[in-house]
């Protein structure tokens, strides 16, 4: 069967016959011709030879049938409202890609922020969203005491169990979780202070300026006062001193943590803390309420006068570093200073709590 003439390898026609003249439509391959001497035509785009028929290729343009592979035939394609898809990204764009899906509670929704809850935080970790871990005694009675205040949980040792049942009355609005000590100390951290108190709640609410103005007394107004113990011991001084309310700067002030509260010893639920966006535009609605605007300023004139005695005073208190920022300062009607007689040793300035207590004592004395 394996014959001269068959179709295997071994038995093809001789390459000279290949010289001879071609078949139509047989495909033109250049490679075998160049030992020959034969000149191939470049790209294959050539015009045809003498007696062959014209290829595909060599056929005028308007005379090719439109094929599907054919880019003149393909009809133009409406952008994507979804922009390009994969395959018709360009290799020069880099590609999106995917974002993350969202952990559990870091954006539900303000109605369900109070459902978001964990088991238990991590040591030293915050509160879950819309909740504050208050800690030490005086801050955890206040809050029980406050019904203005959403309980959580209440984990107490032994010992403070004891010393808030004297002090405050029960039953109280939650059950307490008896705990040893180590169990705080892993649940708020090992450096924090909790006399073996602690408890979940909800942030407070804040009122209205107006509402808050209802009440007696002067206003402080904190200027980027933003060390959570200062703003504590301001609090602390303002209920001790009868103030109406502490106003602080919504941006540049610490939140209600619980070293907040703790330095403040309770008087985070009696005392409003009110959050300004925009504290320029506060002490005007002030003077609008009819308060007189005194900043507190280490180079004023001493805090005193009849302006103190017959008008409400809103106190005015800057920063640790910098004090009173220029558009506060131009804000308010007066400024004033703490006189200190033995200012000549060096000492030209108290910390901000500090002169918040002296010069809520000042007024005090002067109404």
């Known amino acids: ?25 047989r495909a033109h391959h250049a490679g075998p011709r160049h030992a020959q001497g034969e000149v191939s035509r470049p790209g294959s785009r050539g015009g045809p030879r003498a007696g062959e028929p014209p290829s595909r290729d060599d056929r005028p343009a308007g005379s090719r049938p439109a094929t599907s592979r054919s880019f003149a035939a393909r009809p133009a394609r409406d952008p994507d409202p979804a922009g390009p898809r994969r395959s018709d ?40 969203r819309g909740t504050v871990w208050l800690y030490g005694l005086h801050a955890v009675g206040a809050a029980l005491a406050n019904p203005a205040r959403r309980l959580r949980r209440l984990v107490l040792t032994e010992e403070a169990e004891a010393t808030l049942a004297a002090r405050h009355r029960q039953p109280w609005p939650l059950a307490a979780e008896r705990v040893e000590r180590g169990r705080l100390d892993h649940l708020l951290g ?32 904190l200027d980027q006062v933003s060390d959570p113990r200062n ?18 700067q919504e941006r540049n002030a610490p939140e209600e943590t619980g070293a907040l509260a703790k330095a403040a010893s309770g008087a985070l639920e009696t005392v409003p803390l009110l959050r300004a966006v925009n504290l320029a535009r506060t002490l005007v609605a002030l003077k609008a309420a009819g308060c007189w605007v005194v900043g507190l ?69 002067r109404a």
């Open 1 to 25: 069967m394996g014959g001269p003439g068959a179709g295997g390898p071994g038995n093809r026609p001789e390459r000279a016959r290949q010289d001879g003249p071609r078949p139509p439509g």
């Open 190 to 221: 090992r450096d924090t202070v909790h006399q073996g108190a602690a408890l979940l709640a909800d942030l407070l609410t804040t009122p209205a300026l107006a509402q808050v103005l209802e009440r007696p007394g002067p206003v402080l107004v």
């Open 297 to 365: 300023d280490a180079g004023g004139a001493p805090l005193a006068g009849p302006s103190l005695a017959e008008r409400r005073v809103a106190l005015v208190l800057g920063s640790e570093g910098e004090g009173l920022r220029r558009l506060t300062r131009e804000t308010c009607d007066e400024v004033m200073g703490i006189a200190m007689p033995g200012s000549g040793g060096g000492l030209d300035s108290l910390n901000v709590s500090a002169a918040a207590a002296v010069a809520l004592y000042e007024l005090g004395r």
């Open 231 to 248: 703003v504590g011991a301001i609090l602390r001084s303002a209920q001790a001193f009868g103030a109406a309310a502490v106003i602080v």
């Open 89 to 128: 990204a360009r290799p020069d764009q880099p590609r999106e890609r995917p974002q993350a899906a969202p952990r559990r509670g870091d954006f539900a929704p303000p109605s369900r922020r109070e459902e978001t809850r964990t088991s238990e935080p991590r040591p030293g970790a915050d509160a879950p």
